[in-house]
């Protein structure tokens, strides 16, 4: 009796396990990409600009940008590309959020640095004196500190209040050069070293907002790490003047290797 009793609480317990087991497995099928509705939200970074094969939309998207290479390897049941070059947080607000709802279960987005003046701060420092440049620079960072924190809420919180179960991925912005490179013209090592600066400054201001509202940060400096303006192996464009649009943003390599790792990682 006493074994019977054993082998009967054993063979229970081992039920149990199978089943907890199975249900485990249930529970990872239904979170598969398959069953995932996500939207792609964001500005030039997003939309893939500098990468080349865009649509037809005016907005650059871009099929090597990491958003599409992320839903073309995984299939997920709906995905929306809103993502748009030049876009700011007002963009988003007002314009890229109308896909986004009760039923989306992944956004991912890089906004704010349209916000805070990349366009006029690269062009100020290619074209004008070191000082002005840096002065330019000084400006984009006060921005940061000042007004960009409650822009970046009112996007984060729209969102959230849009999709309240969805799991958002902030992404950020690599850094521009790589100190002491091989470039030998073009701006000087101390405007590299403060673009670089401010780049840092908009990530860490954009993560701390991120993570205020319970979101994932996606920080690329890392995967950009050695692959910067002036290493030997750049996955950003510099100036290019035959395409003036696509200058310092990631070529389809920085898109692939650079930010594609760094979304799958935050998922």
């Known amino acids: 009796m006493k074994m019977s009793r ?6 229970s317990l081992l039920l149990g396990a199978a089943l907890a087991l199975t249900g485990a497995g249930i529970a990872n099928a239904d979170s598969s ?4 509705d996500y939207v792609a939200l964001g500005d030039s970074y997003s939309s893939g600009v500098g990468a080349g094969s865009y649509d037809g939309s005016g907005c650059k998207r871009s099929s090597r940008a990491y958003p599409a290479l992320w839903a073309a390897a995984n299939s ?8 748009c070059s030049g876009a700011r947080t007002g963009d988003v607000t007002g314009g890229q ?25 690269m062009t100020t420092c290619v074209l004008q004196s070191e000082a002005t440049c840096l002065n330019r620079i000084a400006t984009a960072r006060s921005y940061v500190d000042s007004t960009l924190p409650g822009r970046l809420d009112s996007v984060y919180t729209a969102i959230r209040s849009k999709a309240p179960s969805a ?23 101390k405007e590299r070293s403060a673009i670089n600066a401010a780049s840092d400054h908009l990530n860490t201001a954009t993560a701390k907002r991120a993570a205020d509202h319970g979101f994932t940060f996606g920080d690329v400096r890392t995967t950009f790490a050695g692959h910067e303006i002036c290493s030997s192996s750049s996955w950003l ?12 943003h990631p070529t389809a390599a920085g898109q692939s290797g650079g930010y594609l790792p760094v979304f799958k990682s935050a998922l």
């Open 6 to 11: 054993l082998v009967a609480f054993s063979s």
């Open 33 to 36: 990409p398959a069953a995932v």
């Open 76 to 83: 997920p049941s709906t995905f929306d590309f809103a993502a």
């Open 97 to 121: 959020l109308g896909k986004v709802n009760a039923s989306t279960d992944l956004v991912s987005i890089s906004i704010g640095g349209n916000d805070a003046g990349f366009a006029d701060v």
């Open 167 to 189: 799991r958002v991925v902030v992404l950020g912005y690599p850094r521009f050069y790589q100190l002491g490179g091989g470039c030998i013209a073009g701006l000087s090592e």
């Open 237 to 248: 464009h510099s100036v290019n003047w035959l395409s003036i649009g696509e200058s310092y």
